[in-house]
């Protein structure tokens, strides 16, 4: 059975959905979005990114641009995001039908207008829901902590090494980026 977040998060969000989307709207193209994206065979997907080119995890999706997410997330009944950025790229004015929606946002900071919970019909669950829910990956499961780790690890390294890149003249900084923009490609 897989025990990561990103698969209890996708089991999670199906069960409160109640059955099979119609349609799936994935904002964001991380290992998050490519798991939930290799789950959801069978129904029409679409992924939100700014990149040009996307990983063969998408390969039956649909790739839509942020300019179109309102317009595309109307036309989903799950809604899943989790990206870097710093606003809401979903918005309680996106929907104004009675769709039956379940969004689930898994970002830090949230991607998803928190209001979207008052919403008639819309059902908004984050990472503190999932936290509480029972069947969650335990903290204490060796596994998850292993796993868990390594993420830390991971982002503690690619600070470092932005924290090294932005002491250095503007144009090693510069050539360090896109270094790095490379190398994650």
């Not at 819309?122 to 390594?150: C, M, V, W």
Request: hydrophobic share 40%; charged share 30%; glycine share 4%.
């Amino acid at each position: 059975e897989n025990r990561s977040v990103s698969a209890f998060a996708l089991k999670f969000a199906l069960e409160k959905l109640g059955r099979k989307p119609n349609g799936v709207l994935l904002i964001g193209t991380g290992k998050v979005m490519k798991l939930a994206a290799s789950g959801l065979s069978g129904c029409e997907i679409f992924v939100a990114t700014r990149r040009k080119e996307v990983s063969p995890h998408f390969s039956l999706a649909k790739t839509v641009s942020y300019h179109e997410i309102g317009k595309v997330a109307r036309r989903c009944d799950l809604i899943i995001s989790a990206t870097k950025q710093e606003r809401y790229v979903i918005k309680q004015s996106e929907f104004a039908d009675d769709m039956r929606r379940v969004l689930l946002d898994l970002a830090f900071p949230r991607n998803m207008d928190p209001r979207l919970k008052n919403s008639r019909n819309i059902e908004l669950y984050d990472l503190d829901d999932l936290a509480a829910n029972k069947g969650a990956p335990s903290i204490h499961d060796a596994a998850f902590t292993k796993q868990a780790r390594r993420m830390i690890e991971g982002e503690a390294a690619r600070f470092a090494r932005w924290l090294t890149a932005s002491r250095l003249s503007p144009t090693i900084a510069s050539l360090y980026r896109w270094a790095e923009d490379l190398r994650n490609s």
